[in-house]
């Protein structure tokens, strides 16, 4: 299993970032996927997550602000990052559980006000 984040950066307050995550070495399409996030001195957090059939579920935290998403005829999930706020600041992981938990490498998100 292989997941791959990219997309991270810089931006100011109110800004918008995409987010992807290239998935390889399991079949993604029938598998819940999530987006995890940690701040420097926090725990990870859930973020979001997609199921096989693209229901989402959203932390109280970004809900009405981000968007979880798939292709699956790319094996790619992605995360689109909209109103973003200085508290939205941390290195982002994609997810994925199958009897084991896999993490992808992390990608860097940083907010300035």
């Known amino acids: 299993v292989q997941l791959q984040a990219s997309g991270g950066g810089s931006v100011q307050t109110g800004g918008s970032l995409r987010l992807s995550c290239a998935a390889s070495g399991f079949i993604f399409r029938i598998n819940t996927m999530n987006w995890y996030r940690q701040a420097p001195g926090k725990q990870r957090e859930l973020v979001a997550s997609i199921t096989s059939g693209s229901k989402s579920n959203y932390a109280d935290s970004v809900k009405g602000r981000f968007t979880i998403s798939r292709d699956n005829a790319k094996n790619t999930m992605y995360l689109q990052m909209d109103s973003l706020k200085p508290e939205d600041t941390a290195t982002y992981y994609c997810?994925?559980?199958?009897?084991?938990?896999?993490w992808g490498q992390g990608t860097l998100v940083t907010v300035s006000s």
């Open positions: 997810n994925v559980k199958i009897y084991n938990e896999y």
